[in-house]
Structure formats: structure tokens, C-alpha cells
């Protein structure tokens, strides 16, 4: 069964740093995407940036590049968000997620696997 938990949310100033990370596990990920979407209340989910397990091809959301960084902990097996420059409009819960694919989408209904999400809060 794949499972994949997130952790490293928190309360942040705007202009701080916060790091995410995924530990996905239950099977292998060598032909999965691998990403993170982010939901403000009242909002849709929005994709924040996406990585091909294999390979490393990565793709951004317009809102963060720049500021955000995925990458892969091979060490650790873990999916990371570096987030620099944070926002009050940043505000949001985030999720990891994983795609069956090699091909890497932006739309919430492309992924299979979800996370329970951690909760990120920047103020101004």
C-alpha cells in the first residue's frame, strides 16, 4: 500500500525559509512523478512543483519559481520542498503526491497517491 507522509509545516514570518518533506513508501518510484500541490482555504489545489523520480526532470508552478526548490534526498529516500522567501499568499496546506508516469502533469486529478498534508502559515 503506498503511503506517503509529509512533515515540516509550521508557522513562519514572510521573508522566512520552511522545508518540506515527503517519505513515500509501499512499493517503488522509479517510474513515478513525484509532487507537491498546495490548497489555501477556499481555494482549488494548486500545483506547486513536480519531479521525476528517475531522471530529475522538474517542473514549477508560475507562482513559486524562484523561490521554491523540489529535489530528491537519495540518502533518505525522501521528496523535499526547499521554500525561500515565503508569502502570506503562500498560506496553505500542502500535499505531496505521486503519479504513475514518467510524464509530469500539473492537474490534481493526474496523481494516484496523496498525502494528508501539512499546514503552512506565513504572516505578514
Known amino acids: 500500500q503506498v503511503q506517503l507522509v509529509e512533515s515540516g509545516g509550521g508557522s513562519v514570518q514572510a521573508g522566512d525559509s520552511l522545508r518540506l518533506s515527503c517519505a513515500p513508501s509501499?512499493?517503488?518510484?522509479?517510474?513515478?512523478?513525484m509532487g507537491w500541490f498546495r490548497q489555501a482555504p477556499g481555494k482549488e489545489r494548486e500545483f506547486v512543483a513536480g519531479l521525476r523520480w528517475i531522471g530529475g526532470a522538474i517542473l514549477y508552478g508560475d507562482s513559486v519559481k524562484g523561490r521554491f526548490t523540489i529535489s530528491r534526498d537519495n540518502a533518505k529516500n525522501t521528496l523535499n520542498l526547499q521554500m525561500n522567501s515565503l508569502k502570506p499568499e503562500d498560506t496553505a496546506v500542502y500535499y505531496c503526491?505521486?503519479?504513475?508516469?514518467?510524464?509530469?502533469?500539473?492537474?490534481?486529478?493526474?496523481?494516484?497517491?496523496w498525502g494528508q498534508g501539512t499546514q503552512v502559515t506565513v504572516s505578514s
Open positions: 509501499g512499493r517503488t518510484f522509479s517510474s513515478y512523478v
Open positions: 503526491a505521486a503519479r504513475a508516469s514518467l510524464l509530469i502533469r500539473t492537474m490534481e486529478y493526474d496523481y494516484n497517491y
